[in-house]
């Protein structure tokens, strides 16, 4: 009977765990402004994908292999890289974890977009950087963009990361 109660116990206590898990999603999607153009401000791109609607075929938008990470209601580290056009990497550092409440907290938040120099090293020349100690949250269904920016021999490139949140499968 007592090995009954703690097997009972056990998958309560397992079960609890998996409803706070998350699955942090970054989309990264590349735009090329030529040398001499100016950026689009307001950005459509950015703008469509907050209201979740596909962006138009024509801005010239291409996507990336993108990363998912599967949260708990643990703190945890992120370093991932990102492959970009012509050499450039995107490198983004943040701490994230899963809330009670179904949503995701990203603090310690930085992104960096790394340019391709004439002697072909990686470097920060050219390049932008953000950065947000306090982060975001972001609830399911919710779309958070972030930007960085790399120069290349035909333009700028302007790297977007969209972030969204899905609730874990339990297992």
């Known amino acids: 009977m007592r090995c009954l109660l703690l097997q009972i116990a056990a998958s309560f206590l397992v079960s609890n765990i998996s409803a706070v898990e998350l699955l942090l999603v970054m989309e990264v999607y590349v735009r090329v402004v ?9 950005d459509p791109f ?5 209201r979740g609607e596909a962006p138009a075929a024509t801005e010239g938008i291409q996507e990336l292999q993108g990363k998912s990470f599967q949260l708990s209601s643990k703190f945890e580290d992120f370093a991932p890289v990102i492959a970009g056009l012509e050499g450039q990497r995107v490198s983004v550092r943040f701490t994230a ?3 009670p409440n179904g949503a995701c ?3 310690q938040f930085q992104a960096f977009g790394l340019a391709r120099a004439s002697n ?11 950065v947000s ?10 779309r958070i963009p972030q930007s960085v ?10 790297y977007y990361l969209i972030f969204s949140a899905a609730k874990g499968v339990a297992g």
């Open 34 to 42: 030529p040398t001499g153009q100016a950026e689009p401000v307001p």
């Open 46 to 50: 950015i703008e469509a994908m907050t």
């Open 97 to 99: 974890t899963a809330l």
């Open 105 to 107: 907290a990203v603090t």
């Open 120 to 130: 072909s090293q990686l470097g920060p020349v050219g390049s932008s950087v953000v």
């Open 133 to 142: 100690r306090s982060g975001f949250t972001i609830a399911p269904g919710q």
């Open 149 to 158: 920016k790399a120069q290349s021999a035909g333009g700028r490139v302007i």
